[in-house]
């Protein structure tokens, strides 16, 4: 069992930068991939980007790739997506995510879901 939080979000300008934190429960938090969802009002929900067990491979959609930076510190049991340039269709809300297959990160099929944390872009 993995329990996952989120933190960090908020409202920011069209243009301004967050820091999403997801600290995970346990001690195995290095055998999970790890992955960033968001979901915006009335739209389904997105996989933003997504990190494989020992950072080697990440994942990034089209619509964030080369303004959202994910990564992990397996030491510390937490994953980061790091928001720059954030526009206001980003506005969502955000959810981390662990997967125990080690393989297809662009994939739903997660196991362990937090909460969710609100990112609230303005124009």
């Known amino acids: 069992q993995v329990q996952l939080v989120e933190s960090g979000g908020g409202l920011v300008q069209a243009g301004g930068s967050l820091r999403l934190s997801c600290a995970a429960s346990?001690?195995?938090?290095?055998?999970?991939?790890m992955g960033w969802f968001r979901q915006a009002p009335g739209k389904e929900r997105e996989l933003v980007a997504a990190?494989?067990?020992?950072?080697?491979?990440?994942y990034y959609a089209d619509s964030v790739k080369g303004r959202f930076t994910i990564s992990r510190d397996n030491a510390k049991n937490t994953v980061y997506l790091q928001m720059n340039n954030l526009k206001p269709e980003d506005t969502a809300v955000y959810y981390c995510?662990?997967?125990?297959?080690?393989?297809?990160?662009?994939?739903?099929?997660?196991?362990?879901w937090g909460q969710g944390t609100q990112v609230t872009v303005s124009s």
């Open positions: 346990g001690r195995t938090f290095s055998s999970y991939a």
């Open positions: 995510a662990a997967r125990g297959n080690p393989t297809g990160l662009v994939t739903s099929e997660y196991d362990y």
């Open positions: 990190i494989s067990r020992s950072s080697i491979i990440t």
